[in-house]
C-alpha cells in the first residue's frame, strides 16, 4: 500500500456519510484502534506522518510503540524547546540532536529539563554545532541512566581546559549513569588529551563502538626519548597511540566498530591497533588516511579477518594491490569503499565480486575501472559464490561504458537496489533501456552529468530514423578526392558534432504510451533519481516517466529544455517528495510554481538558483503551500527581493537556511 490513493479511501472510511437532502445523517462506526494500527503499519513513516494529522484516532495509533523504535528529534535550542522536551517525557523511548546550545542561562535550563524529563528514556543524545560549558553537562549526564548514543563530536569549549571529569566524585556519578553506554563519539575534537580521553572512557566500560575520526592522535615516534609519543607517561595535550591501544585492549570484548578516518596513523600504528591481543573488530573506518600503504592493508587483513565494513577512501597510496588481498583475506565482508583511491584498477575486481557477503561496493573515482573484471567476477562464480550486491557506485569512473552497464544490470538484477552512475560520461541510452530492464528493484538512481542520455532511453524507445532516398537505393552519390572543393550544388558531409539528437514528436509520445518497452517507469520503487545536467532531456520524457509516487529526492538541475509543464508534472505524480533541485533551468517560472505548489506539502528542501523567471511571487506560494520547508536556494534569482525572502523566513516555522546570494539584480562580480 502506498500513501497518494489509500489516504483518500481512508478519510472516507472515517467521515460522516449524509445523505443528498442533508436530513438523515449516519454515522460510520469507529474502527477499533488495532485495526488503524494495522492498516497504518504498510506506510512509510513520511505517508504515516500526515495520517497522523486526519483525526485523534488516527493520531492515537500513530503513537503506537512498534512505530516509536529509532525516532530522533533534531532540533536548535530555544526557549519554545522547553515546552517541547517536556511534551516527549510522555513517550517511553526517544533521541535527541540539539544544536546551538551555549552556556548562557536558556541553554542550561534546557539541559535541566532534558534530565528531569528524559533522564530514563532518551536513548541517544548529539549536541552538534555547540559550546557548552563542562558544569552544564556534568549536571546532565548523571541523569541519564538509559543512554546507549553519546555525541561529543566538535565540542571543543568541553576539553580545551584539560579539566573535564578531573573530579572523582564527578566520574563516579557519570560513570554509574554510562556504563551501558555502546556508542562514543568524540570527533573533530582539537584538544582531547590523554588525560581527558582517559578520565571519560574509565566512565563507559561497555564500549562497542567508537570514534576518533579528525582526532588530532599523536602516532608519530618521539626523536628525543626514543619512543613513541605519550609511551612514558599521559599527555596533557594529545592523545596518543598508547592510551589508544590501552582502550583498545580493556575493551576487546565488546569493542566492535572503530572509527580513525581523517588521522594521520601511520602503517606502524595500524599494524599496532590491529594486533591488539583478543580484538575482533567488524568495522573499520579509515577514510582519507593518506600514510597507508598496500602493506598496511595486508597486515590489517591478516590479523582482522572478521571484518565486515572497511573504508579505506581517498588513501590515496593504495593499489590493486590492497584489493586483491581483502579479497582473498575478508570472506565476511558486507561493506567496502574504495572511493578516491585512483590508484586502483581492474585488477583484484574479479576476486572481488566474488565474495559472497559483498552487499555494497563503493569504486566512485577510482579512474582506470572499466568494470570488466566485476562482470568477470559476477559471470565465474555460481548464484552462492557471487557477490549479492544491493549498492554499486561508480561514479566519475569515466571508463565505464555501456557494455559494462548492460551486462553487470543482467547479474545484478535480482539484488541492486542502488545505483550511482553520475559523470560516467560514456553511458547512452542503451544503459538506461538496460537499467530500466533488469533492475526492478532499484530505489535509487542516479546519472547526473550522463550528457549523453536523450528523452528517447528515458522512454525505452528506439530513435526513428530519418528517410533518405539514396539509402534505398543504394546510391551514396559521387565521391570526391579531398582536394575537390564544394562547389555549390554538392552537400558537404555531416560531422558529428553537427549533430543533434532528433526531438521527440507527439507521434512518438502516442506510441509510447501503447508499447510495453522497458521504460523509466519500470522503476516504480524509486525514492531517489538524479538526471542533474542531462542536458538533452526535455520535457517529453520528464513529463511521461517521472511518475514515481514514493519518490523523495529528485533532481534536474541544469536541464535547460525542460518547462513549467515537468515541474508540474512532477508535482503532482511524485507527491512524497522532501527533495527537489531545480537550479539552472531557465524556463522554470513563477506559473509553473504556481500550479505545483499546492501538491508540495512534503517539500522540505527546494533549489531554485540561477532560474531568472522566478520572482517574489514564487516565495509568496511556497509560504502558503510548503509549510515544511528547511533550506531554500534562491541565490541568483534576479527577480527575487530580500525583502520578501525576509518575509518568508518568519512566515515558514521549519526553514533553518536560505540561500540568497547576488538576488535582486545584483551583479555578482563586484565585491565590497
Not at 15 to 39: K, Q
Not at 508 to 535: T, V, W
Request: some cysteine; proline content about 4%.
Amino acid at each position: 500500500m502506498t500513501g497518494g490513493g489509500n489516504m483518500t479511501l481512508w478519510k472516507e472510511a472515517e467521515t460522516d456519510m449524509e445523505d443528498s437532502d442533508g436530513e438523515d445523517t449516519m454515522e460510520t462506526p469507529e474502527l477499533p484502534l488495532e485495526i488503524i494500527v494495522y492498516i497504518l503499519s504498510f506506510l512509510h513513516a513520511s505517508d504515516r506522518k500526515e495520517a497522523s494529522l486526519v483525526c485523534r484516532s488516527w493520531y492515537n495509533a500513530s503513537q503506537d510503540l512498534r512505530f516509536q523504535r529509532n525516532i530522533t528529534f533534531c532540533f536548535p535550542a530555544s526557549a519554545s524547546s522547553v515546552e517541547l522536551i517536556r511534551s516527549l517525557g510522555r513517550k517511553s523511548r526517544c533521541s535527541l540532536i540539539i544544536s546551538q546550545l551555549d552556556g548562557f542561562s536558556m541553554s542550561r535550563s534546557l539541559l535541566f529539563e532534558v534530565g528531569l524529563c528524559l533522564g530514563s528514556k532518551l536513548d541517544s543524545l548529539a549536541l552538534p554545532g555547540s559550546s557548552i560549558t563542562e558544569a552544564s553537562l556534568l549536571g546532565l549526564l548523571p541523569r541519564l541512566t538509559s543512554l546507549r548514543r553519546l555525541d561529543l563530536r566538535g565540542l571543543d569549549s568541553l576539553f580545551m581546559s584539560g579539566a573535564f571529569l578531573s573530579r572523582e566524585e564527578h566520574r563516579q556519578q557519570v560513570r554509574s549513569a554510562l556504563s551501558g553506554l555502546e556508542q562514543l563519539d568524540l570527533s573533530d575534537l582539537r584538544y582531547l588529551s590523554d588525560l581527558t580521553f582517559n578520565r571519560l572512557t574509565s566512565c563507559t566500560p561497555r564500549l562497542r563502538r567508537l570514534s576518533l575520526a579528525g582526532c588530532h592522535i599523536a602516532f608519530e615516534f618521539d626523536p628525543y626519548r626514543g619512543c613513541p609519543v605519550g609511551a612514558v607517561e599521559d599527555s596533557s595535550a594529545l592523545l596518543s597511540l598508547r592510551n589508544l591501544r590501552k582502550l583498545l585492549t580493556e575493551q576487546k570484548s565488546t569493542l566492535v566498530a572503530l572509527d580513525l578516518s581523517r588521522t594521520s596513523i601511520t602503517p606502524e600504528s595500524l599494524r599496532t591497533v590491529a594486533q591488539v591481543p583478543g580484538l575482533v573488530l567488524e568495522e573499520l573506518y579509515l577514510h582519507g588516511c593518506k600514510e597507508l600503504t598496500d602493506y598496511s592493508v595486508e597486515i590489517l587483513v591478516k590479523h582482522q579477518p572478521n571484518l565486515q565494513r572497511l573504508d579505506i577512501s581517498a588513501c590515496t597510496e593504495l593499489t590493486s594491490r590492497a584489493v586483491v588481498s581483502i579479497a582473498q583475506g575478508l570472506k565476511s565482508l558486507m561493506y567496502l569503499s574504495l572511493s578516491g583511491n585512483w590508484r586502483v584498477t581492474e585488477k583484484g575486481l574479479t576476486d572481488l565480486l566474488s565474495v559472497p557477503s559483498l552487499r555494497s561496493l563503493d569504486l566512485s573515482e577510482c579512474l582506470h575501472v572499466s568494470g570488466t573484471e566485476m562482470v568477470k567476477g559476477l559471470q565465474t562464480g555460481c548464484d552462492a559464490g557471487r557477490a549479492p550486491l544491493e549498492t554499486l557506485n561508480l561514479k566519475s569512473c569515466t571508463y565505464i561504458r555501456d557494455l559494462a552497464v548492460f551486462s553487470l544490470t543482467q547479474l545484478l538484477g535480482d539484488t541492486l537496489r542502488e545505483l550511482d552512475l553520475t559523470s560516467c560520461v560514456n553511458v547512452t541510452d542503451l544503459s538506461v533501456r538496460a537499467i530500466a530492464t533488469y533492475l526492478h528493484r532499484l530505489v535509487v538512481l542516479r546519472l547526473g552529468w550522463c550528457k549523453e542520455i536523450t528523452d528517447w532511453g528515458l522512454l525505452g524507445m528506439v530513435v526513428a530514423t530519418q528517410y533518405k532516398p539514396d539509402q534505398e537505393t543504394g546510391d551514396n552519390g559521387p565521391t570526391f578526392t579531398r582536394t575537390f572543393g564544394n562547389m555549390g550544388f554538392f552537400k558537404p558531409p555531416r560531422l558529428p558534432f553537427d549533430e543533434r539528437p532528433k526531438l521527440v514528436t507527439q507521434d512518438d509520445l502516442e506510441q509510447f504510451k501503447q508499447q510495453e518497452g522497458a521504460s523509466l517507469l519500470a522503476l516504480n520503487r524509486l525514492q531517489e533519481l538524479d538526471l542533474s545536467a542531462c542536458a538533452k532531456l526535455t520535457d517529453s520524457s520528464i513529463t511521461q516517466v517521472v511518475c514515481y509516487p514514493d519518490l523523495h529526492r529528485l533532481s534536474l538541475s541544469m536541464l535547460p529544455d525542460i518547462s513549467d509543464a515537468s515541474l508540474v508534472s512532477v508535482a503532482s505524480h511524485c507527491r512524497s517528495l522532501t527533495s527537489l533541485e531545480l537550479s539552472h533551468c531557465p524556463q522554470i517560472s513563477d506559473r509553473g510554481v504556481a500550479q505545483a505548489a499546492p501538491y508540495l506539502h512534503r517539500l522540505q528542501h527546494l533549489s531554485l538558483s540561477c532560474c531568472s523567471n522566478i520572482t517574489d511571487r514564487s516565495l509568496f506560494l511556497l509560504a502558503q503551500h510548503c509549510k515544511r520547508l528547511r533550506t531554500l536556494d534562491v541565490s541568483r534569482c534576479k527577480n527575487v527581493s530580500v525583502t520578501t525572502v525576509d518575509l518568508l523566513q518568519s512566515q515558514l516555522p521549519f526553514l533553518e537556511n536560505i540561500h540568497y546570494k547576488f538576488i535582486g539584480g545584483a551583479d555578482p562580480t563586484l565585491t565590497l
